[in-house]
Nanobody
């Protein structure tokens, strides 16, 4: 599985961005998908995850609840992260990843595949 994240950029606090992660392969719909982020000098942290197929199970880290929305379009082999009300502390490189089946969806050690990150910078 190859993952390509895009959509990052520079935005003012309070603004919005939508990240996309395009995946290769015919079985995208069978994968859960997660987003992580890594701020300068900090460890990579979990942001959001969406379950496979219809994406009926979604989880967020507390700091983004109510501001970020994860979704998927299986016809386009793409997962999205809509980010609203952005804050300077959201500044980070954002990565999409595929969780290993049966692993913890919020642990980077449980990911089978990673995409290259996309930089999000929020200015105050």
């Amino acid at each position: 599985v190859q993952l390509q994240a895009s959509g990052g950029g520079l935005v003012q606090a309070g603004g919005s961005l939508r990240l996309s992660c395009a995946a290769s392969g015919r079985t995208f719909s069978s994968y859960a998908m997660s987003w992580f982020r890594q701020a300068p000098g900090k460890e990579r942290e979990f942001v959001a995850t969406i379950s496979s197929w219809s994406g009926g199970s979604i989880y967020y880290t507390d700091s983004v609840k109510g501001r970020f929305t994860i979704s998927r379009d299986n016809a386009k082999n793409t997962v999205y992260l809509q980010m609203n009300s952005l804050k300077p502390e959201d500044t980070a490189v954002y990565y999409c990843a595929v969780p290993r089946q049966g692993s913890d969806y919020d642990s980077q050690d449980g990911m089978d595949y990673w995409g290259k990150g996309t930089q999000v910078t929020v200015s105050s």
